[in-house]
């Protein structure tokens, strides 16, 4: 069965359904799984983690992989880079976010919205919001990592944001040959522009990431686009 919304929106509608009626947050989560067709939020949930599109785009990728998630605000690409990450933790391998965007509390938030308890893989994820973020930075702190980890950056637009920091290209490639040489997965999360038109296409594509700087864009191996629960995803030829 579809869900209606994403997991993270229905559980925002359950928030602002026990708040207006006054009645505990588990009731109004049984009560928003009940129009979804389910008994009970466990039972929805649980079908949920089942399905996620992270699901079935985690197997592949492989060790080495550059991978681009881009979307329009407000329509999940950090959620989904959180859930390959998960993806990853249930495997056993380890998972590093940094993030130029959010606080350490805010990246836990949002794990917590997508049905995972932080502490469930408290030896094996790393958040990093340092404002020192940089390709050079996230090579030095992952630099002793095992092959396999995942690395989400959080985004790829804001990492040249410092004037002393390279060009964009330059960090990716440099980003490109250290997960190669290490054995990693890192995952880049990207904005997409503003003309945009969903009525055009269903899902933005790479000429549709926003690029305030230059970037050679046939640097990534995967890439992932989503609009509207919409999400599609190729691997470059």
Same mark, same amino acid.
């Given at each position: 069965?579809?869900?209606?919304?994403?997991?993270?929106?229905?559980?925002?509608?359950?928030?602002?359904?026990?708040?207006?009626?006054?009645?505990?947050?588990?009731?109004?989560?049984?009560?928003?799984?009940?129009?979804?067709?389910?008994?009970?939020?466990?039972?929805?949930?649980?079908?949920?983690?089942?399905?996620?599109?992270?699901?079935?785009?985690?197997?592949?990728?492989?060790?080495?992989?550059?991978?681009?998630?881009?979307?329009?605000?407000?329509?999940?690409? *950090?959620?989904?880079?959180?859930? %390959?990450?998960?993806? =990853?933790?249930?495997? #056993?391998?380890?998972?590093? &976010?940094? +993030?130029?965007?959010?606080?350490?509390?805010?990246?836990?938030?949002?794990?917590?919205?997508?049905?995972?308890?932080?502490?469930?893989?408290?030896?094996?994820?790393?958040?990093?919001?340092?404002?020192?973020?940089?390709?050079?930075?996230?090579?030095?702190?992952?630099?002793?990592?095992?092959?396999?980890?995942?690395?989400?950056?959080?985004?790829?637009?804001?990492?040249?944001?410092?004037?002393?920091?390279?060009?964009? *290209?330059?960090?990716?490639?440099? %980003?490109?040959?250290? =997960?190669?040489?290490? #054995?990693?997965?890192?995952? &880049?999360? +990207?904005?997409?522009?503003?003309?945009?038109?969903?009525?055009?296409?269903?899902?933005?594509?790479?000429?549709?990431?926003?690029?305030?700087?230059?970037?050679?864009?046939?640097?990534?191996?995967?890439?992932?686009?989503?609009?509207?629960?919409?999400?599609?995803?190729?691997?470059?030829?």
């Amino acid at each position: 069965m579809k869900l209606s919304a994403p997991i993270y929106h229905l559980k925002r509608q359950a928030k602002r359904l026990s708040r207006e009626e006054g009645i505990p947050l588990h009731a109004a989560l049984d009560r928003i799984a009940a129009t979804e067709g389910f008994s009970a939020w466990s039972m929805l949930a649980a079908k949920a983690a089942a399905a996620t599109p992270a699901n079935r785009l985690f197997p592949q990728f492989k060790p080495g992989d550059l991978v681009l998630v881009g979307a329009r605000p407000g329509q999940g690409k *950090t959620l989904m880079s959180l859930e %390959l990450a998960v993806e =990853a933790m249930k495997s #056993g391998s380890r998972a590093a &976010f940094f +993030s130029l965007e959010y606080t350490e509390k805010d990246v836990l938030d949002r794990l917590r919205a997508i049905g995972v308890e932080p502490v469930e893989f408290d030896k094996l994820f790393e958040v990093d919001c340092s404002d020192a973020i940089s390709a050079d930075y996230i090579v030095k702190q992952m630099a002793a990592v095992p092959r396999g980890t995942v690395v989400v950056i959080d985004y790829l637009q804001l990492l040249d944001q410092r004037r002393e920091n390279p060009d964009l *290209t330059v960090q990716v490639r440099a %980003l490109k040959s250290f =997960a190669r040489d290490k #054995g990693l997965i890192v995952v &880049f999360i +990207s904005q997409v522009d503003r003309s945009y038109d969903p009525s055009v296409k269903p899902c933005p594509d790479l000429s549709d990431v926003r690029l305030p700087n230059p970037l050679d864009l046939t640097l990534f191996d995967k890439m992932c686009f989503m609009n509207n629960s919409e999400v599609q995803f190729r691997a470059a030829s």
